[in-house]
């Protein structure tokens, strides 16, 4: 089955507000792995799209603070790449 790139957009949210809500450092790092796979799908259908390009960014920064055990901060990436992926949702309207 095929999906198109609206669908991981999207994948790559509900992961990404997964990861905002969760508590600890370690299941945030899983759902930003898993927003990751969707985000870089998408982003490999649509390279020109600089905010997906820039969520992935704020990912890799949430990812890195997961591993050092820093929720907050990785907290705090993450509700910046949420916020770069809702920016693309809404410019590919």
Same mark, same amino acid.
């Given at each position: 089955?095929?999906?198109?790139?609206?669908?991981?957009?999207? &994948?790559?949210?509900?992961?990404? #507000?997964?990861?905002?809500? =969760?508590?600890?450092?370690?299941? /945030? *790092?899983? $759902?930003? #792995?898993?927003?990751?796979? $969707?985000?870089?799908? =998408?982003?490999?259908?649509?390279? @020109?799209? @600089?905010? /997906?390009? &820039?969520?992935? &960014?704020?990912? @890799?920064?949430?990812?890195?603070?997961?591993?050092?055990? #820093?929720?907050?901060?990785?907290?705090? =990436?993450?509700? #910046? *790449?949420?916020?770069?992926?809702?920016? *693309? &949702?809404?410019?590919?309207?």
């Amino acid at each position: 089955m095929h999906t198109d790139n609206s669908s991981h957009l999207k &994948e790559a949210i509900r992961h990404t #507000e997964e990861a905002v809500r =969760a508590i600890d450092a370690k299941t /945030i *790092a899983q $759902h930003v #792995e898993e927003a990751k796979k $969707h985000a870089t799908a =998408a982003q490999s259908e649509k390279p @020109d799209d @600089d905010y /997906i390009q &820039e969520g992935l &960014e704020c990912l @890799d920064d949430a990812l890195q603070e997961s591993q050092d055990d #820093e929720a907050d901060s990785a907290r705090k =990436a993450v509700d #910046e *790449a949420l916020d770069k992926f809702y920016q *693309a &949702e809404q410019a590919a309207r």
